[in-house]
């Protein structure tokens, strides 16, 4: 067996090939830095710039994620690297990111999930990809020329609205703390401006929270009123799961959306190809594109004990990585871990499947034969995830 300390030497050597550190090299190529780490280590490699694991295969990360061994949230605090008068900041953050369903552990997070689960039956999910459907055809009507944010981006963010029962007005409060802590997740360890950013803007969505969203008649916010009558959740967690649900929804509906119509454009369809995919078509070509292009890259995990894996021991405390953007190349279409796995499966990826399945093509049609730049976008600089924008002219 491996141990932590063994491998390191393995990270060093890794090092050697590349010129520039595995973190800048993880920013500007994921898949070939992983891939760099997978050869020289296999599917079970220790990063120690990063102090992380990453679990490369498929049948190992189904492991992880079903294995209440590993804690969801994978980052320890580094308040001692944040200055004393800013670290209250880091910790709020924190324990608000505790209370995300992604990053929570049983029970707390059994309830929560049963309780949306119920809240988002068949109806309800219908509703939802209505409301997503009839703003693709409007923007079929429009005069829609940029992918991301006169076709994609709307589509998204109708569907999100009607799924949390929000106004526009609301939707860009929980926008801006879904932006201000996915940039504060970006950058390892605790950066405390980051941190401040993030805090100022939960504490907005906790008043809108206690003073509208709770009070609302529609199904998450009955679910998330019985969860705080019930104290199962405080403010703090009501506001974390409706970040959570925003963030979950908006982010990978508007990044599928792109990722399918740039490769669309990239090759090369014309409007007969376009028509002539059946339903099932468009089913499977949604999965290999989800599968081959995820939203998200990895979900970190922490280890409660020394555990074995593979063939390496990882110690108590370790952080290790769930690299679905790797794993994924070695799963069929419809066994991709895009969505995760096991306790923290996605809650909506059947409502995403639905919503891809019925505005997709309507999109695509604009897009082979109206004057939208398919492809104008590229991949942004991003860690962990995929983001597209608009290319510079």
């Keep these: 067996m491996h141990s932590e300390e063994g491998v390191a030497d393995h990270g060093r050597h890794r090092s050697l090939k590349c010129p520039i550190s595995f973190p800048e090299h993880v920013l500007h190529a994921p898949r070939e830095a992983y891939e760099l780490l997978r050869e020289d280590?296999?599917?079970?490699?220790?990063?120690?710039?990063?102090?992380?694991?990453h679990v490369m295969s498929p049948l190992l990360a189904r492991k992880v994620l079903t294995d209440k061994r590993f804690l969801a949230r994978g980052m320890k605090h580094k308040t001692?690297?944040?200055?004393?008068?800013?670290r209250a900041d880091v910790h709020y953050?924190?324990?608000f990111l505790s209370q995300w369903l992604v990053f929570s552990d049983p029970p707390v997070q059994q309830h929560v999930r049963t309780a949306l689960a119920a809240a988002m039956d068949s109806s309800?999910?219908?509703?939802?990809?209505r409301q997503a459907a009839e703003q693709a055809?409007?923007?079929?009507?429009s005069a829609a020329v940029d992918l991301i944010t006169d076709m994609a981006l709307p589509v998204a963010r109708a569907a999100t609205r009607t799924l949390l029962g929000a106004t526009l007005s609301q939707l860009e409060i929980i926008e801006g703390v879904s932006d201000a802590v996915m940039a504060y997740l970006a950058v390892p360890g605790a950066d405390a401006g980051k941190a401040a950013c993030a805090a100022d803007h939960i504490r907005l969505l906790e008043a809108l929270v206690d003073d509208q969203l709770l009070h609302g008649g529609d199904r998450i916010a009955a679910a998330l009123r019985a969860l705080h009558q019930q104290k199962v959740l405080d403010l703090t967690g009501v506001s974390a799961t409706y970040t959570q649900l925003f963030t979950g929804a908006l982010?990978?509906?508007?990044?599928?959306?792109?990722?399918?119509?740039a490769h669309i454009g990239d090759q090369g369809w014309s409007p007969a190809d376009v028509e002539k995919l059946e339903p099932v078509d468009w089913a499977d070509f949604i999965e290999t594109q989800i599968r081959d292009d995820p939203p998200f890259h990895f979900a970190p995990r922490r280890t409660t004990t020394t555990i074995e894996l593979g063939d390496r021991t990882i110690a108590e405390g370790?952080?290790?990585?769930?690299?679905?953007l790797k794993a994924n190349e070695d799963c069929r279409p419809n066994r991709h871990l895009s969505f995760g796995h096991g306790r923290h499966y996605c809650l909506g990826a059947r409502l995403a499947r639905a919503v891809l399945q019925s505005c997709l093509p309507v999109l695509a049609r604009k897009a082979v034969s109206d004057d939208v730049d398919v492809l104008g976008v590229s991949k942004a600089k991003a860690v962990g995830m995929t983001v597209y924008e608009v290319n510079e002219i």
Aim: glycine letters at 4%; a negative charge.
């Design 251 to 261: 982010e990978p509906l508007k990044t599928a959306l792109v990722s399918c119509l």
């Design 93 to 95: 953050v924190e324990s």
């Design 318 to 324: 370790a952080r290790v990585v769930v690299n679905l």
């Design 137 to 141: 055809e409007a923007t079929v009507g």
């Design 41 to 53: 280590q296999g599917e079970v490699a220790y990063d120690p710039t990063t102090q992380s694991w």
């Design 124 to 129: 309800f999910m219908a509703e939802v990809t």
């Design 80 to 86: 001692h690297l944040v200055p004393e008068a800013r």
